[in-house]
């Protein structure tokens, strides 16, 4: 059955630095990928999307990779701040192309 | 645009009770989805309409858990009888148009079973 691996131990980094998140998959190739940010006490907010076809996508200060001979994702975060603390998941379309698939996520501390 | 609208926001009940969740999806949104989230397992897709029609059901933990979705703007998920172990935060998300449209989640249904 597909897995999804992400970092389970939560991420620490300081203000303005880069933070990279990984997510690894087997047992699956998924036609696209969508990264998701999750607050305390909400709903995940979807962030951005890359296709399989894509090597890389870009939205302001984010960008995302997509390696499908290696089956991962990283996303990474440019000049981050406080405001990007938060728990980040990645998912994939199942296979049959109808329902996201979810990591369990990681958690993304900026200090300043 | 009000978003997915779920209710309510904390349920706590005790073992053997019923309990119903609800869902308003954004209007115009075609697919809805149930997840339920816990720290062990993550997100987890339990079941997902298309049009209104259940399309996969096979997440779905059991025969204690049951969800309809009697129209375009609303669908519940209910548990007979509820178990501590069900005990979780349970979410609904809608989304429209093509297949690999984002989800519009809600803020979640956390249920505490005792």
């Known amino acids: 059955s597909q897995k999804i691996e992400q970092n389970s131990e939560a991420l620490n980094i300081q203000e303005g630095k880069t933070a990279t998140l990984t997510c690894n998959y087997t047992n699956y190739s998924p036609a696209y990928l969508q990264w998701y940010r999750q607050d305390p006490g909400r709903g995940p907010v979807f962030l951005l999307l890359?296709?399989?076809?894509?090597k890389e996508k870009r939205k302001e200060r984010l960008k995302v990779t997509f390696d499908t001979t290696l089956k991962q994702s990283l996303f990474h975060i440019t000049a981050s701040q406080p405001a990007d603390s938060a728990t980040y998941l990645c998912?994939?379309?199942?296979?049959?192309?109808?329902?996201?698939?979810f990591g369990k996520g990681t958690t993304l501390s900026v200090s300043s | 645009d009000a978003g997915v609208i779920q209710s309510p926001r904390h349920e706590v009940t005790e073992m053997g009770q019923e309990v119903t969740l609800r869902c308003k999806p954004i209007s115009g949104h075609n697919s809805l989805f149930w997840y339920r989230q816990t720290m062990m397992r993550g997100l987890e897709l339990l079941i997902y309409?298309?049009?209104?029609?259940?399309?996969?059901d096979s997440g779905m933990p059991e025969d204690r858990f049951s969800a309809k979705m009697p129209n375009a703007s609303f669908s519940t998920l209910k548990i007979q009888p509820s178990e501590p172990r069900d005990s979780a935060v349970y979410f609904c998300?809608?989304?429209?148009?093509?297949?690999?449209?984002?989800?519009?989640f809600g803020n979640g249904t956390r249920l505490t079973v005792t």
């Open positions: 998912a994939l379309v199942n296979q049959a192309g109808t329902a996201l698939i």
């Open positions: 890359i296709r399989e076809n894509e």
């Open positions: 998300a809608s989304s429209g148009g093509a297949y690999n449209s984002p989800l519009h």
């Open positions: 309409f298309n049009n209104n029609v259940p399309i996969d």
